[in-house]
């Protein structure tokens, strides 16, 4: 079956420019997660979703940031005003159940976004 | 204190060495603890939960100390295929429980 899609694979973008990182879970799976990896480094929690509601968003760094799910499946992150140390990549990752259950995390290839 | 700590390594061992990593974790209201797999340029993947009697996966064997806060892995007979980053996951406590905290990861390489 499908796994999770994320689209698109590279962007590069000038500084200031707004963009849009999308992501298509694996269907049915109703927790729907957004991490970031810099080069050499881990990865870094920005927020999660439980169906369309995001009980935790503390990892977003700042108010440029923000994301949103509908319908409980696809999920948006959007970067408004990017700066360079945006460049990274965004990591999208969904689960079936709720983490008390030890589902898995099923990651996408992630989405490379270059700030120029 | 960071939500989840790791061993930073690197980890350079020959095939056949048994190899152990350890991962702290402040927040003790955790209850779902992971390690995931990460080939270089890959997305992470799950090598195995982490259960509170402790289990094993054919050559891995994960543990939870619950008292100390921290898990570990355990690799008998590497290979050279085992050669990634090893990270731990550990989620957060009471109303957060359905956030996923990674740590850094340890790398481990295998050589011949």
């Known amino acids: 079956g499908a796994g999770v899609s994320q689209s698109p694979s590279n962007k590069v973008t000038e500084k200031g420019k707004d963009v849009e990182l999308r992501c298509d879970p694996i269907?049915?799976?109703?927790?729907l997660y957004w991490y970031r990896q810099s080069l050499g480094q881990g990865l870094e929690f920005l927020i999660y979703f439980q169906g369309n509601s995001a009980p935790d968003k503390s990892g977003l760094p700042s108010d440029r940031f923000s994301a949103e799910r509908t319908g409980g499946s696809v999920s948006t992150l959007t970067i408004q005003r990017t700066q360079q140390e945006d460049s990274a990549v965004y990591l999208c990752?969904?689960?079936?159940?709720?983490?008390?259950?030890?589902?898995?995390?099923?990651f996408g290839n992630g989405t490379r976004l270059t700030v120029t | 204190r960071k939500e989840v700590e790791q061993d930073p390594g690197p980890f350079n061992v020959p095939e056949g060495a048994t190899v152990a990593f350890n991962c702290t974790y402040s927040n003790s209201a955790s209850q779902s603890f992971f390690w995931y797999r990460q080939d270089c340029r890959k997305e992470p993947k799950l090598l195995m939960s982490?259960?509170?009697s402790g289990n094993e996966d054919g050559r891995f064997t994960a543990q939870l100390n619950r008292a100390s806060q921290y898990i570990s892995l355990l690799i008998r007979d590497s290979k050279l295929s085992d050669s990634a980053t090893y990270l731990c996951v550990v989620n957060g406590g009471g109303t957060s429980y359905g956030k996923l905290t990674f740590g850094q990861g340890t790398i481990l390489t295998v050589h011949p």
């Open positions: 269907s049915g799976h109703t927790a």
């Open positions: 982490v259960y509170s």
């Open positions: 990752a969904s689960s079936s159940q709720g983490t008390a259950y030890n589902s898995p995390l099923h």
